[in-house]
């Protein structure tokens, strides 16, 4: 599997060049041409242009007319108009400065919609980022014998980089856990002390 050059990619990162992003580092294939359009959703104009494209899945660059970043009804209603050209998509939303970004993704579970921001501002360190990365990045080993990817596979890793719930859960159950030995932990040891004290052999059994 293909390794991220991470002060490479940390330096696009950094600069908000997520067209070589994922072109250079990714693997993704870079649309020929960029197919630039203006989309019109509730009297607001968004500009977009194709930065990356893979197994069917686009990564579009938006942004606003008002040169700002919008807000979570309005990514909504964008994600609504895109989704109906695009169906499989990532929508990265910048300010006209360039000095911040939302990568927008929805998942979708049945009829169920849930977005999933990500926010990224200029010359933030982006370690966080760099872990979501990882599961974007294609090598020719990811590749059919047509050299191609099916979108199933590259929306299966937009999940797995972008699905904040399902990773926070996780890492919530594991934290959990992780507490919870260390409370018995330190009970038997304050267990131990207080027999100890008195003079009575105290075994610890789990």
């Not at 494209?53 to 700002?68: I, K, Q, W």
């Not at 856990?177 to 267990?191: D, F, G, P, S, V």
Request: charged residues 30%; proline residues 4%; glycine residues 4%.
């Amino acid at each position: 599997m293909a390794q991220l050059d991470i002060t490479r990619t940390r330096d696009l990162l950094q600069e908000l060049d997520f067209s070589t992003l994922f072109v250079e580092q990714l693997g993704w294939s870079q649309p020929e041409p960029p197919n630039p359009r203006t989309w019109t959703v509730g009297g607001e104009e968004f500009r977009s242009s194709e930065i990356a494209l893979l197994g069917g899945v686009v990564v579009l660059e938006l942004t606003a007319a008002d040169g700002r970043i919008p807000d979570a009804r309005t990514r909504r209603a964008v994600y609504a108009a895109i989704e109906k050209v695009h169906h499989e998509n990532l929508l990265i939303f910048v300010d006209e400065q360039r000095t911040q970004s939302i990568w927008y993704w929805v998942k979708r579970d049945g009829s169920k919609l849930s977005p999933r921001d990500h926010y990224y501002f200029k010359h933030q360190p982006g370690d966080l980022f760099l872990s979501k990365l990882s599961s974007l990045v294609i090598d020719v080993t990811d590749l059919d014998a047509e050299r191609n990817v099916s979108v199933a596979q590259i929306a299966k890793r937009l999940r797995n980089a972008l699905d904040v719930e399902r990773v926070t859960k996780r890492f919530y159950d594991d934290f959990q856990r992780e507490e919870k030995k260390k409370a018995i932990q330190t009970l038997n040891e304050i267990l131990m002390d207080q027999f100890k004290d008195l003079g009575i052999k105290y075994e610890f059994n789990p």
